[in-house]
């Protein structure tokens, strides 16, 4: 199977109002948790998110869609706090799916 690894993406973060929400899977949201927010990938994908700027990694799985535009994933606010400070917002990334669900 090849890896698909997509360049040139941008993502935010989500947390605060969503924390103890269903997600579109059905789970509740925790905004802890490595999970992220994706209208472009299916539910239970398995995604390394890298941060362009400092290479820090994180490994999430999608559990939820968005109503974003301009970008293909949101992260959870403990997974995004895990590659960058969540003052920046908006952050550029390289994904690799890990696994397809």
């Known amino acids: 199977m090849k890896t698909l690894v997509l360049i ?5 973060w ?6 103890g929400n269903h ?4 789970e509740i949201f925790d905004k802890n948790r490595m999970t992220c927010a994706s209208n472009y990938f299916e ?3 398995i ?3 890298t941060n362009v700027e400092n290479q820090k990694s994180v490994i999430v799985r999608v559990t939820d869609k968005g109503a974003f535009t301009g970008k293909k994933i949101d992260l959870s606010e403990g997974a995004f706090k895990k590659i960058s400070k969540l003052q920046i917002g908006v952050l550029k990334i ?4 890990l696994k397809k669900k």
């Open 94 to 97: 390289v994904i690799k799916v």
């Open 8 to 12: 040139g993406w941008v993502c935010t």
């Open 43 to 45: 539910m239970g994908t």
């Open 14 to 19: 989500y947390g605060g109002n969503f924390h």
């Open 47 to 49: 995604l390394k998110v």
């Open 23 to 26: 997600t579109y899977s059905g």
